[in-house]
């Protein structure tokens, strides 16, 4: 089938809600990971937590409590990347059989389309799910870098100074856990928007509609949640 006729299939208020959740998607990463100055995100300012974290590490004598944080970041991103692919099975497994999705999504939206119409919506989540997956990957090797980089952190003198090439390195781990929490965020959001996406089964309004609360939640766990004014005070 071509592009002209998978296309046929969709209504322009398909491809206008279609193009608002990735745009959406986009946009609201951008702007958590650049916010203005009056009003910064959860994650920058976890980003500067995270280089103060690694800076008091190379002043510890005993490192065991930040090897267990960074094994416990670690084994979020492998969870999370455990439970997309587990996702992206059940998505797939569906695509193959989509009778059970038509029968509910035709007794709901009252249209007789044809299979391959459900299966380009399930297809769309599946991307974001794949995104997530990749992301959590991608972090988890990331955090596998910042704790090589800690191990390499020589231990204080005997005058219980940090030296300056230990320091230095403490900091690019610290920059190595940032890019990684980076990653690891950006696989949440994906993981979000797949969710909303699943609304485009019910149609076009409900997918703008879902893409709008997805899009307030993020937000607002990013700028305004509690967790957020307690990291400001």
């Known amino acids: 089938m071509s592009w002209g006729e998978v296309l046929s299939l969709l209504s322009v208020w398909d491809l206008g809600a279609l193009a608002f959740l990735f745009v959406s998607a986009m946009l609201i990463g951008w702007h958590i990971e650049h916010p203005p100055k009056r009003r910064v995100s959860v994650t920058k300012l976890m980003a500067q937590y995270r280089r ?51 029968g509910i999504a035709e ?19 599946v991307l974001f799910l794949t995104a997530a997956f990749l992301r959590f990957v991608w972090a988890n090797r990331v955090f596998g870098y910042c704790a090589v980089v800690m191990a390499s952190v020589a231990n204080l003198g005997e005058d219980h100074e940090v030296g300056e090439d230990a320091m230095d390195r403490a900091r690019r781990a610290g920059e190595l856990n940032i890019r990684a929490a980076v990653n690891f965020n950006r696989g949440l959001r994906a993981m979000y928007f797949a969710l909303g996406s699943l609304a485009w089964i019910l149609g076009p309004i409900p997918l703008i509609i879902a893409t709008c609360v997805t899009l307030w939640v993020v937000w607002s766990r990013e700028f305004a949640s509690i967790p957020r004014d307690i990291l400001m005070r």
């Open 52 to 102: 103060d974290w690694l800076v008091a590490f190379a002043a510890r004598d005993v490192r065991i409590f930040d090897s267990q944080i960074l094994a416990t970041l670690r084994q979020g991103t492998s969870f999370f990347a455990s439970t997309c692919i587990l996702a992206i099975g059940g998505v797939l497994a569906l695509v193959g059989n989509t009778d059970p999705l038509t």
């Open 107 to 125: 007794e709901l939206t009252a249209e007789h389309r044809s299979q391959f119409f459900w299966q380009i919506k399930l297809l769309v989540v």
